[in-house]
T-cell receptor, first 114, second 114 residues
Framework: GDSVTQMEGPVTLSEEAFLTINCTYT??????LFWYVQYPGEGLQLLLKATKADDKGSNKGFEATYRKETTSFHLEKGSVQVSDSAVYFC?????????????FGSGTQLTVLP | SQTIHQWPATLVQPVGSPLSLECTVE??????LYWYRQAAGRGLQLLFY??????ISSEVPQNLSASRPQDRQFILSSKKLLLSDSGFYLC?????????????FGPGTRLLVL
C-alpha cells in the first residue's frame, strides 16, 4: 500500500540555520505530494504541494521538489525562524484506490531556538 | 473566503459517555468533508469522508460514526466512548476534483476520555 516516511524528530535548530526534513514515499502511480504544518495547539495548514515530477512547491520561504527518481519530497528552508517551530507532515494522494484519501507521514517536530 | 469551524475545542468525557463533535464550513458549496484522528505522537488517520448530504464512507472500523445532515455540516458521534477514543480530531474540507483535490483543515478538537 501507499506509505510516507519522514525523518524522525525532534529536530532542534538555531535561528537562521538551514532546514531539511526528509520525506520519501511508496505509492502506486504518480501521487500528488503535500507538506502540512501544525503549530502548537492548532490544526493542520497546507504549506505547499506538488502534483507532478520535478514540480517545486514553495511558500513562506519553504520549498520542496517532487523527485520521482528518488521518490522523495524533502522540505527545505534556507533560514529558519523561531516562529517556524511546529510539527511538519508530509502526505500523498495517488490516483488509484480511494482518490480522496491522504496518506500522512508520522510528522517531524521542529524546534527553533533564538 | 472559505472557513472551517470545529467545536468544542477541548472536551473531557468519561468512558461510556456519548460524543458529538461538530464541523461546519463556510464560503463553499457541496464540499467533500473529512474526519481525521491524530493520536498522541502519531500521524493522521482518516476516519470518515462524505461527498454529499447523507453520504458517509468509513475508512476504518471503530466505535465512532459520522453524519452529514446539511451540505456544510459534518458531525462525528459515539454512543459510548472508549479510552482509546482519546486524541485530536480534525475536520477537513476538500476543493478540486478527485486526484487534484486539496484538503484544508479546521482547528481541531482535543478529546480526552477518562
Amino acid at each position: 500500500g501507499d506509505s510516507v516516511t519522514q525523518m524522525e524528530g525532534p529536530v532542534t535548530l538555531s535561528e537562521e540555520a538551514f532546514l531539511t526534513i526528509n520525506c520519501t514515499y511508496t505509492a502506486t502511480g504518480y501521487p500528488s505530494l503535500f507538506w502540512y504544518v501544525q503549530y502548537p495547539g492548532e490544526g493542520l495548514q497546507l504549506l505547499l504541494k506538488a502534483t507532478k515530477a520535478d514540480d517545486k512547491g514553495s511558500n513562506k520561504g519553504f520549498e520542496a521538489t517532487y523527485r520521482k527518481e528518488t521518490t522523495s519530497f524533502h522540505l527545505e528552508k534556507g533560514s529558519v525562524q523561531v516562529s517556524d517551530s511546529a510539527v511538519y507532515f508530509c502526505a500523498l494522494r495517488t490516483p488509484s484506490g480511494s482518490a480522496r484519501q491522504l496518506t500522512f507521514g508520522s510528522g517531524t517536530q521542529l524546534t527553533v531556538l533564538p | 473566503s472559505q472557513t472551517i469551524h470545529q467545536w468544542p475545542a477541548t472536551l473531557v468525557q468519561p468512558v461510556g459517555s456519548p460524543l458529538s463533535l461538530e464541523c461546519t464550513v463556510e464560503g463553499t458549496s457541496n464540499p467533500n468533508l473529512y474526519w481525521y484522528r491524530q493520536a498522541a505522537g502519531r500521524g493522521l488517520q482518516l476516519l470518515f469522508y462524505s461527498v454529499g448530504i447523507g453520504q458517509i464512507s468509513s475508512e476504518v472500523p471503530q466505535n465512532l460514526s459520522a453524519s452529514r445532515p446539511q451540505d456544510r455540516q459534518f458531525i462525528l458521534s459515539s454512543k459510548k466512548l472508549l479510552l482509546s477514543d482519546s486524541g485530536f480530531y480534525l475536520c477537513a474540507w476538500g476543493t478540486g476534483t478527485g486526484f487534484f483535490e486539496t484538503q484544508y483543515f479546521g482547528p481541531g478538537t482535543r478529546l480526552l476520555v477518562l
